[in-house]
């Protein structure tokens, strides 16, 4: 026998208890033993007819439960599946470069923008060592400014 039962299987073997209680009915001396064994014989036909008339009906549920959690099985292991290659596709893609930290910035890079636009836009210093504030007092810059037109 396998996991699910044979119905015909069992109903042989009810068969075969009902006539053993048969059996034992006509065998009984007394008419107590006798009547008890014609009700247990009653209970065992009436329970036989109902459990082949239900036993059908529950194994079709169980069927079509058993189809419905395989079939959403296996849409969540194809879920499954898109998502590691999602994941996969995801490694490949490179990386973003990580934002400049504070350390990596040049402090000094306003200071040289200033120049470069001057020297390309205005009449600005060619030399950039002169606008820097190592090398520059603020009256200096000041007169810088006024020769180049910036203020008056």
Known sequence: MGIIPDINQFSAALDALQTIF???EADALDEGHR?????????????????MAEYPKAMASLKQDLD?????????LEKVKQ????????AQVPK????????????????????????????????KKELTSKNISRSEF??????????K
């Open 22 to 24: 048969a059996q034992g």
């Open 35 to 51: 009547q008890q064994m014609s009700l247990l014989s009653a209970q065992l036909k009436e329970t036989q007819t109902e459990f």
């Open 68 to 76: 419905t959690v395989q079939q959403q099985s296996q849409e969540t």
């Open 83 to 90: 998502l590691r290659k999602d994941q996969e596709e995801a």
């Open 96 to 127: 973003a470069p990580a934002p400049p930290t504070e350390d990596t910035l040049d402090p000094t890079l306003g200071q040289k923008l200033r120049v470069e636009l001057l020297e390309r836009f205005g009449n600005g210093v060619q030399d």
């Open 142 to 151: 000041y007169e810088m400014l006024r020769k180049s037109g910036v203020i």
